[in-house]
C-alpha cells in the first residue's frame, strides 16, 4: 500500500513539472515568434509586418523566396518585411556598389495570441479569438474553409468599397 502511495505522488509531481515547463515554453514562444530569441534572425509573424533598423547606404534588397517573405525600404534607414507563407528564407541588403551590407534570415512563423485552431480529422480551420471568435483567412486551413472565408471576405470588400464609391454612409 505504502508503495502506490508514493507512486502516485511521483506521478502528481512529474505531471506539475511538466505543465510548469509548458507553461513557461508557452509563455516565452511569443518572443521568439517575433525574433528576439535570436539576432541573427528576422521573425515575422504570418500576415504582418514588423520594422527592421537596415545598415547605412542600403539602396537594394533581396529576399530569397518573395512567397514566404516581402520586404521594401522605407525612408529614415528602415524596411519593413512582411510573412507572406510559412518557412525560412533569407534577405539580403546591398549598397550601390553590390557590396553585402547585411545577410539575414526571416523566419515566418504563425500567429500565437488570440488565435485557435481546429482540426476535425486532416480539415484544419482557424479563428481570431480577440474577444470573440471569429474564422480567419490563414494559410494551411482546408480548402473548404479557407475558400468560403476568402470568397465571403472579397464580396463583404467590394460591397463595402462598392457603398464608398457611391457616397452611401
Given amino acids: 500500500m505504502t508503495a502506490l502511495v508514493e507512486r502516485c505522488r511521483c506521478e502528481r509531481f512529474l ?3 511538466v505543465s510548469v515547463v509548458a507553461m ?5 514562444s ?11 534572425d528576422i521573425g ?4 504582418q509586418a514588423r520594422l527592421v533598423k537596415l545598415p547605412e547606404r542600403v539602396s537594394t534588397i533581396v529576399i530569397g523566396n518573395p512567397m514566404i517573405a516581402d520586404a521594401s525600404i522605407q525612408p529614415g534607414g528602415l524596411m519593413v518585411v512582411t510573412g507572406k507563407g510559412y518557412g525560412v528564407t533569407n534577405l539580403i541588403a546591398l549598397d550601390r556598389t553590390g557590396a553585402t551590407l547585411m ?4 523566419r515566418v512563423k504563425g500567429p500565437y495570441a488570440s488565435t485557435v485552431v481546429v ?12 474577444p470573440f471568435c471569429e474564422p480567419r483567412v490563414t494559410l494551411g486551413d482546408s480548402a473548404a474553409f479557407f475558400g468560403g472565408n476568402l470568397s465571403q471576405t472579397g464580396t463583404w470588400l467590394g460591397q463595402v468599397q462598392g457603398a464608398s464609391q457611391l457616397g452611401v454612409k
Fill in 15 to 17: 505531471c506539475l513539472a
Fill in 24 to 28: 513557461v515554453f508557452v509563455a516565452y
Fill in 30 to 40: 511569443p518572443a521568439l515568434a517575433d525574433g528576439s530569441g535570436d539576432g541573427d
Fill in 44 to 47: 515575422v509573424i504570418l500576415d
Fill in 103 to 106: 545577410e539575414k534570415l526571416v
Fill in 119 to 130: 482540426y476535425r480529422g486532416m480539415q484544419r480551420e482557424t479563428y481570431s479569438c480577440a
